[in-house]
């Protein structure tokens, strides 16, 4: 047998270069990460979604309850706003001014007009030798509370129309319909108004009133004056 040099090993002594050796190290990482790894990723994608489809759902619905609320919301207004509207309209037709046909009445407004301007103008115009003429004047176109108050004036005024030579002269420049309902009128009145005392020099003056009549017979009666 020959005898092999101290150091040298023979092939079986030699170490094994199988695949399973030391240089390849099995890959477990590998395994893992595309086993254990993906699958986990995955599942995270699907929840994901499934996140998402929940989100959208709960979305779609909070609109449409929304949707059904404003609408209600709108409905509620549009009836309470509508019975406001004939609420206001009912009191509009009730009220007073509604019913004032001096808004409304052209004619009838004029009528009491003139027969009022008319009447003050008779019964505050007189003269020395006329007194007679005013008190026929005042029977004619004053009645009720005005007659009275007509009397009162007149008795303290005609003693002293003849004694002092008093004069009046009064017109109505201006006469307002303040409220008109059927045989009841209610006016403003500004007077103009002369007077002389003999042969002095004439003043003039002015005064402002307020005179309540009623459809009497054929004509406007002044049943009642106010000095403002």
């Given at each position: 047998?020959?005898?092999?040099?101290?150091?040298?090993?023979?092939?079986e002594d030699a170490p094994?270069?199988?695949?399973?050796?030391?240089?390849?190290?099995?890959?477990?990482?590998?395994?893992?990460?595309?086993?254990?790894?993906?699958?986990?990723?995955?599942?995270?994608?699907?929840?994901?979604?499934?996140?998402?489809?929940?989100?959208?759902?709960?979305?779609?619905?909070?609109?449409?309850?929304?949707?059904?609320?404003?609408?209600?919301?709108?409905?509620?207004?549009?009836?309470?706003?509508?019975?406001?509207?004939?609420?206001?309209?009912?009191?509009?037709?009730?009220?007073?001014?509604?019913?004032?046909?001096?808004?409304?009445?052209?004619?009838?407004?004029?009528?009491?007009?003139?027969?009022?301007?008319?009447?003050?103008?008779?019964?505050?115009?007189?003269?020395?030798?006329?007194?007679?003429?005013?008190?026929?004047?005042?029977?004619?176109?004053?009645?009720?509370?005005?007659?009275?108050?007509?009397?009162?004036?007149?008795?303290?005024?005609?003693?002293?129309?003849?004694?002092?030579?008093?004069?009046?002269?009064?017109?109505?420049?201006?006469?307002?319909?303040?409220?008109?309902?059927?045989?009841?009128?209610?006016?403003?009145?500004?007077?103009?108004?002369?007077?002389?005392?003999?042969?002095?020099?004439?003043?003039?003056?002015?005064?402002?009133l307020t005179v309540t009549?009623?459809?009497?017979?054929?004509?406007?009666?002044?049943?009642?004056?106010?000095?403002?």
């Amino acid at each position: 047998m020959t005898r092999l040099p101290s150091g040298t090993t023979t092939d079986e002594d030699a170490p094994s270069t199988t695949e399973d050796g030391p240089g390849l190290p099995e890959d477990h990482g590998t395994k893992s990460a595309d086993g254990d790894g993906t699958g986990t990723a995955d599942s995270g994608g699907v929840a994901g979604d499934s996140g998402g489809a929940a989100g959208d759902g709960g979305g779609s619905r909070s609109a449409t309850a929304w949707r059904r609320g404003a609408l209600a919301a709108a409905v509620a207004v549009l009836l309470i706003g509508g019975g406001a509207f004939l609420h206001s309209a009912h009191q509009l037709r009730s009220t007073p001014s509604a019913r004032n046909q001096a808004l409304t009445d052209t004619e009838a407004t004029t009528r009491v007009g003139g027969d009022v301007a008319e009447g003050l103008a008779r019964i505050f115009s007189y003269a020395p030798a006329g007194a007679d003429a005013a008190e026929r004047s005042a029977r004619t176109v004053l009645a009720g509370r005005a007659a009275r108050q007509y009397e009162d004036l007149f008795a303290q005024v005609r003693a002293s129309l003849a004694e002092q030579r008093i004069t009046l002269t009064t017109q109505a420049v201006r006469t307002g319909v303040i409220e008109l309902d059927g045989d009841s009128a209610r006016l403003l009145v500004f007077l103009d108004q002369t007077s002389r005392r003999d042969k002095a020099a004439a003043t003039s003056a002015a005064a402002q009133l307020t005179v309540t009549a009623k459809f009497q017979g054929d004509r406007w009666l002044i049943v009642d004056i106010k000095a403002r």
